[in-house]
């Protein structure tokens, strides 16, 4: 069971390029999140998607797409990539309907230059 | 100020030693309590949740909520080596999107 499976785990970006982060789960989970991890201050939310078919912002939105694409996979997108987006994020799942227990993949790092 | 405030640490421990990590939290509406735990370069993961006010204990580890004074705690006992990592607290509300962070108290067991 693979879990919560994020892709790419390492990228370098230059300032004003684009990428995509790509994040899949396999536990059937209703709800799914985009978390960024910055040193000392902890995990911030950018976006998340309560069910399929929803997005809603976080605490940290700007700069940041994402798509729900089905249940099982939720994308973060960042259209014009700045040095301040340079952090770890984390995709996570939790079942949702009331059970918020997070799941969390395994990281991307992610450094623009 | 912080919707939750958590010890910052970092902490540093002798092997077999009891650690006591903590936390604050200032909103009413939280229902569930959860500590993760996050080795170096790894994800969180999920290590106590508990919904009510009181203590919880698992193995060595105890959560203990007290919602009147909006503190929580993390024990634990005969702490080893491998508990090294950093604990972030969660207080979450009752939909999605609603767990929020303590910045995280990083622990050193010394053998």
């Known amino acids: 069971n693979a879990g919560v499976t994020q892709t790419p785990k390492f990228q370098v970006l230059k300032t004003g390029q684009s990428m995509t982060l790509q994040c899949a789960q396999d536990?059937?989970?209703?709800?799914m999140y985009w978390y960024r991890q910055d040193p000392g201050m902890g995990l911030r939310l950018i976006y998340y998607s309560a069910s399929e078919g929803t997005t809603d912002k976080g605490e940290v939105p700007n700069g940041y797409n994402v798509s729900r694409l089905n249940k099982r996979e939720f994308s973060l997108r960042l259209e014009s990539a700045a040095p301040s987006q340079t952090s770890v994020y984390f995709c996570?799942?939790?079942?949702?309907?009331?059970?918020?227990?997070?799941?969390f993949g395994s990281g991307t790092q992610l450094s623009v230059l | 100020q912080k919707e939750v405030e958590q010890d910052p640490g970092p902490l540093s421990v002798p092997e077999g030693a009891i650690v006591s990590l903590n936390c604050t939290y200032s909103?009413?509406?939280?229902?569930?309590f959860m500590w993760y735990r996050q080795y170096s370069r790894k994800g969180p993961e999920l290590l106590m949740y508990t919904y009510s006010s009181g203590n919880k204990e698992d193995g060595r580890f105890t959560a203990q909520v007290d919602k009147s004074s909006k503190y929580i705690s993390l024990f634990i006992r005969d702490s080893q080596p491998s508990d090294s990592a950093t604990y972030l607290c969660?207080?979450?509300?009752?939909?999605?999107?609603?767990?929020?962070f303590g910045d995280g108290t990083t622990l050193t067991v010394k053998p």
């Open positions: 969660a207080p979450t509300g009752p939909l999605a999107g609603k767990s929020t």
């Open positions: 536990m059937n989970h209703n709800s």
């Open positions: 996570a799942s939790s079942p949702g309907l009331g059970d918020e227990k997070l799941f």
């Open positions: 909103n009413s509406a939280f229902q569930y």
